[in-house]
């Protein structure tokens, strides 16, 4: 049971490069989330997901653009990468419930230059 | 909007020492709040989380977090911290009662615990 996984771990970009981050959970959860982890600012939610087939905005979702074509993976694009978009990314999955626990990958350390 | 605040950014305690981290929610309904950490390169981890019941609620590693409704507050409290324990802690709640399982977090806070 490997949980949440991410990749890549580490990606370089130039500016206006494209690139996809893949989140995968064996889990079972039908909710995913990606996030974005700056310094001094916490997390932010990028994009959601509460099943297979669906996606939807969160705090910054400007520039990012994501697929949940599978229930075990939820994928994150960048279709133009922007020095702004240098980042940890996190991914997350649960289950609906009381409680709503999340459980997180690893993360993507990415830098755009 | 709903936000969660975190009052200290960077934290520096001795070993041994007493740890309380301060957060406050702004929603006023029912909400589901949780601790997480995260040590140095690692992924965010459960601390331990409220929603219902006694408001005291223990969590991993001896910490502990107490649910005040009327202050919209959620403190970690650690009695005697380890040098294990540096780390960032977040604390986080749930929008608008959990409709859609979406957290929202604070900025965190930075400990430092000195051997």
């Known amino acids: 049971n490997a949980g949440v996984t991410q990749t890549p771990k580490f990606r370089v970009l130039k500016t206006g490069q494209s690139m996809t981050l893949l989140c995968a959970q064996d889990?079972?959860?039908?909710?995913m989330y990606w996030y974005r982890q700056d310094p001094g600012m916490g997390l932010r939610l990028i994009h959601y997901?509460?099943?297979?087939?669906?996606?939807a905005k969160g705090e910054v979702p400007d520039g990012y653009n994501v697929s949940r074509l599978k229930k075990q993976n939820f994928l994150l694009g960048l279709e133009s990468a922007a020095p702004s978009q240098t980042s940890v990314y996190f991914c997350?999955?649960?289950?609906?419930?009381?409680?709503?626990?999340?459980?997180f990958g690893p993360g993507t350390r990415l830098t755009v230059t | 909007a709903q936000s969660v605040s975190q009052h200290n950014h960077h934290v520096i305690l001795s070993e041994a020492a007493s740890l309380e981290l301060g957060c406050n929610y702004s929603?006023?309904?029912?909400?589901?709040l949780f601790w997480y950490v995260q040590y140095p390169g690692q992924h965010l981890q459960l601390l331990l989380k409220?929603?219902?019941?006694?408001?005291l609620v223990k969590g991993i590693k001896g910490f502990e977090a107490e649910f005040i409704k009327s202050k919209f507050s959620f403190n970690l409290r650690k009695p005697s911290v380890q040098w294990s324990d540096t780390a960032e802690y977040f604390c986080?709640?749930?929008?608008?009662?959990?409709?859609?399982?979406?957290?929202?977090f604070g900025k965190g806070t930075k400990l430092s615990v000195k051997p």
């Open positions: 997350a999955s649960t289950n609906p419930g009381q409680t709503y626990e999340q459980y």
């Open positions: 889990m079972n959860h039908e909710y």
């Open positions: 997901s509460v099943g297979e087939g669906t996606t």
């Open positions: 929603y006023g309904g029912t909400v589901n």
């Open positions: 409220y929603f219902s019941g006694d408001p």
């Open positions: 986080a709640s749930d929008y608008y009662g959990g409709s859609q399982g979406n957290l929202i």
